[in-house]
């Protein structure tokens, strides 16, 4: 069962598509689990003043990279790495337990456009060390066990 906000995010995705000459793009997923997301980043001086995004995925995909985008847009680099894939989760109310590992890598892919942008602009001190960026591939911000 799917909260609201999943369905609203789901059926009116927000930032959808993709940006001219973006300055950051990460992907993440698994074509095996079916879903894979792409965020693609404007920076300038070090906030994010647009995103956009392509999911191939279900419907839980498609509303975690909806509210990811939403939840990072207009905020600086480092409160985008703050931003959770459990956050992106918990914005929407919850999520099925069987759509956290794959359906939930939106923020993960948002971070990577984030590394992506930093490796390419390694001239400025924004005080994030790209190497530092972790990215979950499997949808979980905690280790299995």
Sequence with gaps: M???????????????????????VGQVGNPVCGDIMRVEIKVDDGIISDIRFKTFGCGAAIA???MATEMVKG??????????????????????????????LAASAVHAAIKDYLE???DLDLGIDPASIRIEEHGHDEPEE
């Design 2 to 24: 799917y909260s609201e906000k999943v369905m609203d995010h789901f059926s009116h995705p927000r930032n959808v598509g993709e940006l001219p000459n973006p300055d950051g």
């Design 64 to 66: 975690t990279s909806s």
């Design 75 to 104: 905020k600086t680099l480092v409160e985008a790495l703050e931003v959770s894939n459990k956050a992106v989760a918990e914005a929407l109310d919850g999520l099925p337990p069987q759509k956290m590992h794959c359906s939930n």
């Design 120 to 122: 390419k602009h390694g």
